[in-house]
C-alpha cells in the first residue's frame, strides 16, 4: 500500500493482522470465512498483512490457539508482521489527530488492542484479560446484567389480549406455540426476503430518506441475495462485499445475507431480521458508508468496518431498531401489527440473552448447560438460540466477551438517542452523514 499514507498503511495492518491471528478471511464472501474485518471495499491493494505467505497459513488452522503448529504459524507470522507496532500507531494517531475522527480511530485502537491481548491469552502467550476491560473496550462501560422482566411481562400481555396462552400453559410453552403457527417456511425464505425488503424499503424511503443528504438518495440500500447455509454456528451472516463496480467505477453496493438452514423463525422475527441485517439496518449502513468513502466524504476507517468494536456497537443499535425507524415510530406499541411487536420484542429479548450469556460465562463462571436453561426459560429464546448463544457464541474467548455485550449496549443507546432527538438531527448522524461516529463518539458530536 505504497504512497496512500501511514495511517492508512496502519489501519489496515493492524485490522487484517488482528483479523488474521483470529482466523479471518475478509475476501471470503461466506460469513463462514470471515471474521473482525466486515469488508473491504476501498480498492486498495491488499496489505502484507492479508496476503503474506504466513498470514495463509495461520488462516488455514483457524487462527491462534495453543496447538503446538499454531504457534509456530502465529511465530513466523508476527516475525514478518508488525500488528501491535501498527494498532499502537493508530491508537497514537488517533490521540495526535484529536476531535471527532481522532477519538473515533483511538477507540478503534483501544479494542483493537484488547483483541490482541485476548489473541495471546488463546495462544497461551499472555495473562487473561478481565470481563471488565473487554466490555468497557468496545460500549465504553463496564458489564452489567440483562433484566428481561419488563419485556417478558410486554410478550404475556399482547399474547393474552389475542387469546394465544391456554390458562395454566406456561409463558414459554405459549411463545413456542406461537412461533411454531407462524414458521416460516425454509424453502421460502428467499422469496419472503424478497417481499419484506420491498416493504420495508418503500417505509425507510417515506420515513428515513427524507433526513439523508439528497447526494445520497440514488444510493441501492438493499443490493442483498439471500443464501441458506448448512451447519453454521451463527443465525445469519450479512456479508457486505462492495467491490462490483458499474462501466463509470461507482460501486453497486452489494451484499449477502446467509441463513441457517437450522434456524427456527417466526415470520413476524424475520421480519424484524430483514430489518436488522438489511434495511434500514446494515446494508443501508454500509451502502451509506460506502457512498461516503467513495465520493471523499470519509476516511479510509469507513471502508474497512470490523467487529468487536465501538463502531460496531452502533451498527447493532441502528440495526436492532431498524423495524421502528422504518415505521417511523420510537415505541414498540407503536407499530401497527401485534404479531410485529411480540416478534419484534422476542428479538430484543434474544439480544438481552447475549448479553446474559457473556455475563454468566465470564463474570459468574456459570457452566454452558446452566447458561442455556436461564436464556430459554428467562429470556424466551428458541432451543437453538440457547445452545448456540451459551456454547459456540457465549464461551468463544472472543465473541463472548465483546461481542455479545455490544448488541445490548447499542440497542439501548440507539433507542435513547432517537427518543431524545428529533429524526431530522438524529438519523444523519447514525449513518455517518456527518462523521463517522461509534457508540460513544455519537455524544460528542450531538453535543457539539
Known amino acids: 500500500m505504497e504512497g496512500n499514507g501511514s495511517l492508512t498503511q496502519d489501519l489496515a495492518t493492524a485490522i487484517l493482522g488482528i483479523d488474521t491471528m483470529w482466523g479471518g478471511d475478509v475476501m471470503n464472501p461466506s460469513g463462514m470465512g470471515r471474521f473482525i474485518a466486515d469488508s473491504w471495499f476501498s480498492d486498495e491493494?491488499?496489505?502484507?498483512?492479508?496476503?503474506?505467505?504466513?498470514?495463509?497459513?495461520?488462516?488455514?488452522?483457524?487462527?491462534?490457539?495453543?496447538?503446538?503448529?499454531?504457534?509456530a504459524a502465529l511465530d513466523e507470522y508476527l516475525a514478518e508482521i508488525d500488528v501491535k507496532g501498527a494498532i499502537d500507531r493508530v491508537r497514537g494517531s488517533g490521540e495526535a489527530l484529536g476531535g471527532l475522527r481522532g477519538r473515533y480511530l483511538s477507540g478503534l485502537g483501544l479494542c483493537f488492542g484488547v483483541m490482541w491481548d485476548l489473541a495471546l491469552e488463546v495462544a497461551d502467550r499472555g495473562q487473561p484479560v478481565a470481563f471488565q476491560t473487554c466490555v468497557t473496550a468496545v460500549t465504553g462501560s463496564g458489564p452489567v446484567p440483562s433484566s428481561p422482566r419488563e419485556k417478558v411481562e410486554q410478550v404475556a400481555d399482547l399474547l393474552e389480549?389475542?387469546?394465544?396462552?391456554?390458562?395454566?400453559?406456561?409463558?414459554?410453552?405459549?411463545?413456542?406455540?406461537?412461533?411454531?403457527?407462524?414458521?416460516?417456511?425454509?424453502?421460502?425464505?428467499?422469496?419472503?426476503g424478497e417481499a419484506f425488503i420491498a416493504q420495508l424499503d418503500a417505509l425507510t424511503v417515506k420515513?428515513?430518506?427524507?433526513?439523508i443528504p439528497k447526494e445520497m438518495h440514488a444510493v441501492p440500500r438493499a443490493n442483498v441475495a439471500f443464501?441458506?447455509?448448512?451447519?453454521?454456528?451463527?443465525?445469519?451472516?450479512?456479508?457486505y462485499l462492495g467491490r462490483a463496480r458499474k462501466a463509470d467505477g461507482s460501486p453497486e453496493y452489494e451484499a449477502s445475507y446467509e441463513l441457517n438452514a437450522a434456524l427456527e423463525i417466526s415470520v413476524p422475527e424475520f421480519q424484524q431480521l430483514v430489518s436488522h441485517e438489511v434495511v434500514p439496518g446494515h446494508v443501508t449502513t454500509f451502502a451509506y458508508l460506502q457512498n461516503l468513502f467513495?465520493?471523499?466524504?470519509?476516511?479510509?476507517?469507513?471502508s474497512v468496518l470490523?467487529?468487536?468494536?465501538?463502531?460496531?456497537?452502533?451498527?447493532?443499535?441502528?440495526a436492532n431498531n431498524g423495524v421502528l425507524m422504518a415505521h417511523g415510530v420510537t415505541a414498540i406499541e407503536d407499530l401497527p401489527d401485534v404479531d410485529l411487536r411480540i416478534g419484534l420484542l422476542l428479538a430484543l429479548l434474544q439480544d438481552d440473552a447475549k448479553n446474559q450469556s457473556a455475563y454468566?460465562?465470564?463474570?459468574?463462571?456459570?457452566?454452558?448447560d446452566e447458561v442455556a436453561r436461564?436464556?430459554?426459560?428467562?429470556?424466551?429464546?428458541?432451543?437453538?438460540?440457547?445452545?448456540?448463544?451459551s456454547g459456540a457464541w457465549g464461551q468463544h474467548p472472543l465473541l463472548g466477551r465483546m461481542y455479545l455485550p455490544a448488541y445490548r449496549f447499542g440497542t439501548e443507546k440507539v433507542a435513547a438517542l432517537r427518543r431524545e432527538h428529533p429524526p431530522e438531527e438524529i438519523l444523519p448522524i447514525l449513518y455517518g452523514c456527518r462523521g463517522v461516529v461509534d457508540v460513544v463518539t455519537i455524544d460528542e458530536m450531538l453535543a457539539a
Open 306 to 318: 470490523t467487529m468487536n468494536t465501538r463502531a460496531a456497537a452502533l451498527f447493532e443499535g441502528i
Open 207 to 211: 420515513n428515513v430518506l427524507p433526513y
Open 45 to 71: 491493494p491488499l496489505p502484507a498483512a492479508y496476503h503474506h505467505a504466513a498470514a495463509a497459513r495461520l488462516r488455514v488452522l483457524g487462527g491462534v490457539s495453543k496447538s503446538a503448529e499454531a504457534g
Open 360 to 368: 454468566l460465562t465470564w463474570k459468574e463462571g456459570l457452566p454452558k
Open 374 to 389: 436461564v436464556l430459554r426459560n428467562e429470556f424466551l429464546v428458541s432451543e437453538e438460540r440457547a445452545d448456540k448463544l
Open 161 to 192: 389480549a389475542r387469546h394465544e396462552r391456554l390458562k395454566g400453559e406456561s409463558l414459554l410453552s405459549a411463545i413456542d406455540s406461537w412461533r411454531a403457527a407462524r414458521l416460516v417456511p425454509r424453502r421460502s425464505i428467499p422469496a419472503l
Open 227 to 239: 443464501l441458506p447455509i448448512e451447519n453454521a454456528w451463527f443465525s445469519g451472516s450479512m456479508n
Open 294 to 302: 467513495f465520493r471523499g466524504e470519509a476516511g479510509f476507517e469507513a
